[in-house]
């Protein structure tokens, strides 16, 4: 199976600064059910370090990242 075929929900927080992408983040997952799979996108670089910090420190699942242009996408599984 694809990984684009388990996301669940896409958040978009292109054009936002940290510490938003990161705040916004944790909201929808806050919402989300265990198991369940988001994808990310921001233009935010700081997103990368804050990301890969939050995700390792609350236990979830980092299953893809790419940046592209400037952009950066995440998938993370709650």
Known sequence: MN??????I???T?????PMPLLKLKQR???M?????IKIKTTDGGSVKDFATFV???G?????QEECG????????K
Do not use: T
Request: charge should be negative; proline fraction near 0%.
């Open 14 to 18: 292109s054009g936002l600064h940290c």
């Open 60 to 64: 979830h699942e980092l299953l893809f």
């Open 3 to 8: 990984i684009s075929d388990r996301i669940d």
């Open 10 to 12: 896409e958040l978009d």
């Open 70 to 77: 400037g952009e950066f996408v995440f998938i993370i599984k």
């Open 56 to 58: 390792a420190q609350v």
């Open 29 to 31: 997952l806050n919402k």
């Open 33 to 37: 059910a265990v198991g369940q799979v």
